[in-house]
T-cell receptor, first 117, second 112 residues
Framework: AQKITQTQPGMFVQEKEAVTLDCTYD???????LFWYKQPSSGEMIFLIY??????QNATEGRYSLNFQKARKSANLVISASQLGDSAMYFC??????????????FGAGTRLFVKA | DAGVTQSPTHLIKTRGQQVTLRCSPK?????VSWYQQALGQGPQFIFQ???????QRGNFPDRFSGHQFPNYSSELNVNALLLGDSALYLC???????????FGPGTRLLVL
């Protein structure tokens, strides 16, 4: 069965420092997509970054980068130069390729990030 | 360019009642997925609609049903509400089936 695991319930980081949020996944499907979303206290899920299973290079979006290690089935999010506004819940998610004309996306339990001034 | 919109923002119902939540996808998107997020947990996939048909379904009972309209907007219906249905209900849209999903602000449902 497909599974996403985020083992860090909470993380603290000093403002302007980098932080890595861990994510491991399990799937038997060779084609899948990995996502990271940010959820502030307002509740809205904000898309951060995407990595396809066949992508050769790690994805980057501004201060966000995804450290994709396919053999280890890990997709860690790295946030560089943390800002106070980065304090939020962060979810790792996996989407499998369509089998019946649609696809499911499963989410991990999330990591709450606290950025200290 | 309007993003994903959902209505209502908050809703209070009692056990046994029925509820309908609505979602309008981002401009240019034709696929809508619904998620349930209980307090302190990650979102759980309910189902996905594309071309007005349910294309995938998560592990939710038949009390949860949906619909997609020709303009791509969607409704989520929940019958015979239980206390455990209290959650944030998120709608996400994408362009065709495989592209990145963008989420709406959610509807907070409280069942008393």
């Amino acid at each position: 069965a497909q599974k996403i695991t985020q083992t860090q319930p909470g993380m603290f980081v000093q403002e302007k420092e980098a932080v890595t949020l861990d994510c491991t996944y399990d799937t038997s499907d060779p084609s899948y997509g990995l996502f990271w979303y940010k959820q502030p206290s307002s509740g809205e899920m904000i898309f951060l970054i995407y990595q396809g299973s066949y992508d050769q290079q790690n994805a980057t979006e501004g201060r966000y980068s995804l450290n994709f290690q396919k053999a280890r089935k890990s997709a860690n999010l790295v946030i560089s130069a943390s800002q106070l506004g980065d304090s939020a819940m962060y979810f790792c998610a996996m989407r499998e390729a369509p089998h019946t004309g649609g696809f499911k996306t499963i989410f991990g339990a999330g990591t709450r990030l606290f950025v200290k001034a | 360019d309007a993003g994903v919109t959902q209505s209502p923002t908050h809703l209070i119902k009692t056990r046994g009642q029925q509820v309908t939540l609505r979602c309008s996808p981002k401009s240019g998107h034709d696929t809508v997925s619904w998620y349930q997020q209980a307090l302190g947990q990650g979102p759980q996939f309910i189902f996905q609609y594309y071309e007005e048909e349910e294309r995938q379904r998560g592990n939710f009972p038949d009390r949860f049903s949906g619909h997609q309209f020709p303009n791509y907007s969607s409704e989520l219906n929940v019958n015979a509400l239980l206390l455990g249905d209290s959650a944030l209900y998120l709608c996400a849209s994408s362009r065709r089936l495989q592209e990145t999903q963008y989420f709406g602000p959610g509807t907070r449902l409280l069942v008393l």
